[in-house]
């Protein structure tokens, strides 16, 4: 089958962008796998449009979390893992029907995070953070530092990283993403567990998960789903 004919296919399958259904979604992420090796620029591009429509959706909180689900699902263990700097995107919170309005208010007024940086040989990185997060810092972790990176951004809050099966997705093989460290604020971010996946070559998708009982290790709550990808220019390596 020529390019030209793969695009078409691409093009019939493609979801409404507003009102699409799940399947679609699902289907369409799917053709998009089977594309990326041999035109992995328009795999990425269209899969990261995906996540991003999916976080424009949220406000149909059913389809919305149940596309999310259904790419993640698809999607594979980061095989290699992410090495370097990778812009990020909170694609939308997970918390409750009632409290996620308020927050995707609360984050389109105000977005701190940047992304990751992933450091492969030592499976260890740390997240990138606009000057503006050090404020909320003060206040909720007051003997915690950021680390500048001295172009105006911040480094904090640093992970180690290795694979695992999912702990909502027993099925599945993650990139587990783990801020259980000693240098780590106690409140809130020690209980955080992110978990990647690989849509396409060079776009993930994660779920960022929050123990809620320190007597249960394994009690998760899926509380968001992220996006990460290479960063276009990049920032010193963790």
Sequence with gaps: MGINQKAQNLYALQPDPLEPRAEEVERYVAALQELAASDPDLSGRQAW???RLA????GRRSEALDSLNRIFRLATMPEPPPDGPCDG???TTTTFAATDPLFRVLLSLWMPWLGKRFDAATATGDNIMLPSARLLAKLVWPSYRFQSLG?????AFRFRSYAGAGALDRDRRVLKIDYDW???PNFLIRDILDELVQVVPDVYLG???????RRSPQSRRLVAYFALRPAASGSPRP
Aim: overall charge positive; glycine content about 8%; hydrophobic content about 40%.
């Design 49 to 51: 449009s995906q996540l």
């Design 55 to 58: 976080g424009m959706r949220a």
């Design 89 to 91: 995107l909170v694609v």
């Design 151 to 155: 172009d105006g951004r911040y480094a």
């Design 182 to 184: 000693d240098e780590n």
């Design 207 to 213: 779920k960022a998960l929050l123990r809620y009982s």
